[in-house]
């Protein structure tokens, strides 16, 4: 219960910060070194935690494909337009979009890869919790 309300907290004044932010900054500096922030301290937890230097990555063609998609156009370019969006609408109208984000994934995930990856009872449940939070 403490890390959920932790976390809504973050994420609440995150949102704050980006939306009084953008107002000042490019919506693309704010992206920029949001997401490399993000990228270097996670890279430093993996290097103190020793799962960085241990894990292998047996990587195909198409997972690098996949994993540069991922990162550049669902990642990158859906955060910064997400951050550019503050600019004219609120905090709070952008945030069922970021709370939506694992609902919508899930969702193009059963679109690209069918049945091979089946959706339960809980993703029904867990997508109704979300959708019920968040026009709540």
């Known amino acids: ?13 995150f ?8 107002q000042k900054i490019d919506h693309k500096i704010i992206g920029f070194y949001e997401i490399s922030g993000a990228f270097f301290w996670i890279t430093l937890y ?6 960085l230097l241990t894990e292998t990555f047996n990587l195909t063609v198409t997972d690098w494909i996949y994993l540069t998609v991922l990162g550049t156009i669902c990642t990158a370019l859906a955060y910064v337009a997400g951050v550019s969006a503050m ?3 609120s905090a709070f ?15 193009l995930a059963f679109i690209f890869f069918g049945t091979k990856e089946a959706i339960s009872t809980g993703f029904y449940l867990g997508s109704t919790l979300i959708l019920g939070s968040v026009f709540l």
């Not at 109208?93 to 969702?107: C, D, K, M, Q, S």
Request: hydrophobic share 45%; no cysteine; net charge positive.
């Open 1 to 13: 219960m403490i890390f959920g309300l932790t976390s809504a907290l973050g994420s609440s004044l």
């Open 15 to 22: 949102a704050t910060i980006n939306s009084t932010l953008v």
């Open 46 to 51: 993996r290097l103190f935690d020793k799962t």
């Open 87 to 89: 600019r004219t609408l």
């Open 93 to 107: 109208r952008v945030a069922p979009i970021t709370n939506l984000e694992p609902v919508y994934g899930i969702i």
